[in-house]
């Protein structure tokens, strides 16, 4: 069982910067890889990024390619999402997933285990 806890979600003008955090509670966190999701209001939920947390491969959605990224601490069993250049139509809840293989995925039905997801507002 895997426990994921999101931080540092926030209000942010349109230009701006966040670091959102993704804590995993797993001893084995290196088995696992691990997915950013987000849903804006009244949209399905929709893939952002992967990692391997074993290889550190990475894998983006191209409207966040060269503005997002997405890093892991091993010691700390952490996966960080470094999002820079916000626009207002990257508001959404973000999501932080994990699924028991060293292979990402963009598909959400291949992650088991979900954060509760934190908040990211974007203002114009």
């Known amino acids: 069982q895997v426990q994921l806890v999101e931080s540092g979600g926030g209000l942010v003008q349109a230009g701006g910067s966040l670091r959102l955090s993704c804590a995993a509670s797993?001893?084995?966190?290196?088995?696992?890889?691990m997915g950013w999701f987000r849903q804006a209001p009244g949209k399905e939920r929709e893939f952002v990024a992967a990692i391997s947390w074993s290889t550190g491969s990475t894998y983006y959605t191209d409207s966040v390619k060269g503005r997002f990224s997405i890093s892991r601490d091993n010691a700390k069993n952490t996966v960080y999402l470094q999002m820079n250049s916000l626009k207002p139509e990257d508001t959404a809840v973000y999501y932080c997933a994990a699924r028991r293989t060293y292979y990402p995925s963009l598909n959400e039905y291949d992650y088991a285990y979900w954060g509760q997801g934190t908040q990211v507002t974007v203002s114009s």
């Open positions: 797993a001893r084995t966190a290196s088995m696992y890889a």
